[in-house]
């Protein structure tokens, strides 16, 4: 558990964050909302900081008075039990409140919220909802990332976010094969560092004998599969996946242009040509399953990937896992609204682990369940295979 200077000094670096990340937009951009999936950065700036105002000022500090009598209205996501909201694909409608307005409250809500973790001496309970207030912003922080990603993107004219952004790290060593024997592993956080509940409820796993691959699966192998079929190969595909990539027109990895018959990429700095040693991102579960199918392999279970990370590099891209989300053994849900921050999404989802590079610092680690729906690929997701 971080003391409550740490707390103060995570949550001053956090509200910094975001807003050194929105540092590169326009006015106009704050507003966009494509799909369903990617909510406009103005929303994600207003719903974080509905979190605080709502789960800590409201509750823990009896004098705080509301900035707008609208905000929960407006700003909370998918919190049932703390009442009505906007309906998710409706935030791009919402022209107000303005930018402006979205940069008042977060400033009238940090204010308030130094004010009262440095004049109170708080408890656990507070701190920790503090904490968690700061991480669910660190995950705000990436969907702005590969939101603001996402806007840009399908723009015609696919403009530029900046140009120091860093998307494709290159692997620079050998592929190796990691063996590991049948045996008993211990999975689930294990120390009193910060963790999300998921994690929690640490249990024993048999795993038989597997090799996972010490490299992420490369944009030059992913073209192997492109040239050789694979998008057009039923047999390779689930018959779920199968309908999807035929009823959305799929034939290669999301933000992929082909260009006078070169493959070119669109990346945060703007257009640019397909690095083919960069690891491939922006795959669906559904095509990362394909191509482990067609190199004969498999993808890694998250126990599997749990218990090999020590020994590769991971980080830059979120990779899939075999997994299915579910509840480990004897996993607690808390009680009231911060309960259904996992528990209620555990269905019909495949778990990624590891990492991106919009990942912010200090966020992520070795037990870290994410989790999408395998159609989906706006995040900066890869995979390595295991044998």
């Known amino acids: 558990m971080l003391s409550q200077q740490e707390i103060i000094q995570l949550f001053i670096e956090t509200r910094e964050d975001s807003e050194k990340i929105c540092s590169f937009l326009e006015t106009e951009d704050y507003v966009v909302q494509p799909v369903e999936n990617v909510s406009p950065p103005k929303w994600h700036l207003g719903h974080t900081t509905w979190f605080f105002e709502e789960f800590v000022l409201k509750k823990y500090a009896g004098s705080h008075?509301?900035?707008?009598?609208?905000?929960?209205?407006?700003?909370?996501?998918?919190?049932?039990?703390?009442?009505?909201?906007?309906?998710?694909?409706?935030?791009?409608?919402?022209?107000?409140?303005?930018?402006?307005?979205?940069?008042?409250?977060?400033?009238?809500?940090?204010?308030?919220?130094?004010?009262?973790?440095?004049?109170?001496?708080?408890?656990?309970?507070?701190?920790?909802?503090?904490?968690?207030?700061?991480?669910?912003?660190?995950?705000?922080?990436?969907?702005?990332?590969?939101?603001?990603?996402?806007?840009?993107?399908?723009?015609?004219?696919?403009?530029?976010?900046?140009?120091?952004?860093?998307?494709?790290?290159?692997?620079?060593?050998?592929?190796?094969?990691?063996?590991?024997?049948?045996?008993?592993?211990?999975i689930g956080h294990k120390t009193d560092d910060f963790c999300y509940d998921n994690e929690k409820g640490v249990h024993k796993k048999y795993l038989c004998d597997f090799s996972i691959s010490n490299k992420l699966v490369t944009n030059a192998e992913f073209i192997e599969f492109l040239n050789a079929g694979g998008y057009n190969n039923v047999l390779l595909w689930h018959a779920e996946a199968w309908d999807w990539i035929n009823k959305n027109d799929i034939n290669s990895p999301a933000y992929w242009h082909n260009i006078d018959e070169e493959w070119h990429q669109y990346t945060l700095n703007?257009?640019?040509?397909?690095?083919?040693?960069?690891?491939?991102?922006?795959i669906s579960y559904?095509?990362?399953?394909?191509?482990?199918?067609?190199?004969?392999?498999?993808?890694?279970?998250?126990?599997?990937?749990e218990t090999a990370q020590e020994k590769f590099e991971w980080g830059s891209r979120w990779e899939w896992?075999?997994?299915?989300?579910?509840?480990?053994?004897?996993?607690?849900?808390?009680?009231?609204?911060?309960?259904?921050?996992?528990g209620k999404f555990m269905v019909n989802q495949k778990v990624l682990r590891g990492g991106s590079v919009a990942t912010s610092r200090n966020h992520t680690r070795p037990t870290y369940r994410n989790f999408f729906h395998p159609e989906l690929r706006w995040q900066f997701t890869g995979f390595r295979l295991v044998k």
């Open 65 to 186: 008075q509301l900035f707008d009598k609208n905000t929960a209205y407006v700003f909370n996501s998918y919190y049932e039990s703390v009442g009505e909201k906007v309906v998710r694909t409706n935030r791009g409608n919402l022209s107000r409140p303005t930018v402006s307005w979205i940069y008042d409250f977060r400033k009238y809500v940090t204010e308030a919220m130094l004010e009262f973790l440095k004049s109170n001496d708080l408890s656990e309970e507070v701190l920790g909802v503090i904490e968690i207030g700061c991480h669910h912003e660190k995950q705000h922080q990436e969907l702005l990332y590969t939101d603001i990603k996402y806007i840009l993107g399908n723009n015609p004219l696919l403009p530029k976010y900046n140009d120091v952004f860093q998307e494709n790290i290159i692997q620079n060593f050998e592929q190796e094969w990691i063996e590991f024997s049948e045996g008993v592993y211990e």
């Open 270 to 282: 703007g257009l640019k040509k397909l690095d083919p040693e960069a690891p491939v991102t922006h």
């Open 286 to 305: 559904f095509e990362a399953f394909a191509f482990s199918q067609w190199k004969g392999m498999r993808l890694p279970t998250e126990e599997e990937w």
């Open 321 to 342: 896992t075999e997994s299915a989300y579910s509840p480990y053994p004897h996993y607690q849900k808390p009680e009231g609204a911060l309960g259904e921050y996992n």
